[in-house]
C-alpha cells in the first residue's frame, strides 16, 4: 500500500500540476484553444514548464547543495519556507509577465489564481505544514471546473475525474503519514478557492 501511495505522490506531484493543467485547458477544444494559435500555446506550456518545474527545482537543488534545507523533498516546515518563497516570487513575476502576451482572460485567472495559492500557502507554513500536493489537485479540479461554467461544457466526467483523482491523492498523503487529515482538507480547500473564485469572477 506504502509503495502505491509513493508513486501517486510522484505522479501527481504539484511540481507538474501547472504545466499538467494548462495542457489539459488547451485539449478542451474550446475558445480558448481555437483562438490560441498553436505556436503561442507550445511557448505558453514551455514558459510554464520552465518557470514551475525547471527553475524552482534547481533552486530547491541548490539549496540543497548548500545545506540550507535537509531534503530536496521538503519534508519539514522549515525546509518549505524559503522554497515557498521563491515559488511565490516566480508565480507572481511569471504572472506580471504573462499579461503582456495576448491571451484568453481565463488563463489570466488561473495564472492569478496559481500565484495567490503559492502565497497563501507560503504564510500558512508558518503555523502548519499544509498539504501542497492537495493545494495543486484543488487548483487542478478548479480549472476543469471552472472552465466548464465560463464556457458552458458539458464535462462532468472530467470534473468527476479530478474529484476522484484528488481523492487518491489525499489517500496515499495520509498513507504515507506526511500529512493530517486536516492539512489534507484545508490544502484542498485553499487550492479550489484560489483558483476557482479568479476564474469564476474574471479576475486577472
Do not use: C, E
Request: net charge positive; charged share 10%; aromatic share 16%.
Amino acid at each position: 500500500m506504502k509503495k502505491a501511495a509513493i508513486i501517486t505522490s510522484y505522479v501527481f506531484h504539484p511540481i507538474f500540476l501547472p504545466t499538467a493543467g494548462l495542457i489539459f485547458v488547451f485539449s478542451l477544444n474550446t475558445y480558448i484553444s481555437q483562438t490560441t494559435p498553436m505556436n503561442k500555446q507550445y511557448f505558453v506550456i514551455a514558459w510554464i514548464f520552465v518557470n514551475t518545474v525547471i527553475i524552482p527545482l534547481l533552486f530547491t537543488m541548490f539549496l540543497r547543495w548548500k545545506k540550507v534545507i535537509d531534503s530536496i523533498q521538503l519534508h519539514s516546515r522549515k525546509d518549505r519556507l524559503v522554497p515557498f518563497a521563491f515559488a511565490m516570487f516566480l508565480y507572481f513575476t511569471n504572472y506580471y509577465l504573462m499579461k503582456d502576451v495576448p491571451l484568453p482572460q481565463v488563463l489570466y485567472s488561473i495564472f492569478l489564481g496559481s500565484s495567490i495559492a503559492v502565497t497563501a500557502s507560503f504564510f500558512i507554513t508558518f503555523y502548519t505544514k499544509i498539504s501542497i500536493h492537495m493545494i495543486g489537485m484543488g487548483g487542478l479540479t478548479a480549472a476543469i471546473y471552472g472552465v466548464a461554467q465560463v464556457y458552458d461544457l458539458p464535462i462532468v466526467g472530467m470534473v468527476m475525474l479530478g474529484m476522484i483523482a484528488s481523492g487518491i491523492v489525499g489517500s496515499a498523503r495520509y498513507i504515507l503519514d506526511s500529512h493530517s487529515l486536516r492539512q489534507i482538507y484545508m490544502g484542498w480547500g485553499l487550492g479550489f478557492l484560489a483558483v476557482y473564485l479568479p476564474l469564476v469572477n474574471n479576475w486577472g
